[in-house]
């Protein structure tokens, strides 16, 4: 099973890059996470949310393949504990679904992409910086994988 990260916005700072590196380099061969940085879109001062959240679906719909089971995260989605977590990801793999966890841009996800999703997940009721979110998306994933592995790097 792949796991994809498909992120809007790019140039973050280095540490955010260092921390998803760090979980991403840690996940097992059978659960490889990768980042698909992805541009945003134009902004301007006329200020058109929702040309700007279609431009970036149209972008994150091009960059997922077919068959990808997709999770929106979004601070309104289902917020569960890192237990549930794990328990998603060995169903997926059980299923053979590779899965695309999809971090919108600075004015969140097009209505689209969240009603499509297999899975509407908040990691918190927090509004959280994006670059953020990357880490703690693959840190997570990173506690859930050790968890179904039997590593101690979880704790209960």
């Known amino acids: 099973m ?3 990260v498909l992120a809007v916005g790019h140039r973050m700072p280095a540490w955010v890059t260092a921390g998803f590196e760090e979980y ?3 996940m097992p061969r059978e659960m490889p996470l990768q980042l698909k940085e ?3 879109a134009q902004r301007s001062a006329a200020g058109d949310t929702v040309r700007w959240q279609q431009t970036e679906a149209e972008r994150i719909n091009a960059a997922a393949p077919a068959g990808m089971l997709r999770v929106a995260l979004d601070e309104h989605g289902r917020s569960f504990p890192t ?3 794990a328990e998603h990801l060995e169903r997926w793999r059980g299923g053979g679904r590779d899965v695309a ?5 600075a004015d969140g996800l097009a209505p689209e992409l969240k009603t499509g999703a297999g899975l509407l997940w ?3 009721p927090l509004t959280l910086p994006h670059g953020l979110v990357r880490v703690v998306l693959a840190e ?3 506690r859930a994988a050790s968890l179904l592995a ?3 790097y979880h704790r209960e």
Do not use: C, E, N
């Open 38 to 40: 992805l541009k945003p």
């Open 140 to 142: 997570q994933l990173y």
């Open 2 to 4: 792949k796991l994809s």
């Open 122 to 124: 908040s990691l918190s």
């Open 83 to 85: 237990r549930v977590l």
């Open 24 to 26: 991403a380099r840690r």
């Open 150 to 152: 039997g590593h101690p």
């Open 101 to 105: 966890f999809i971090i919108g841009g």
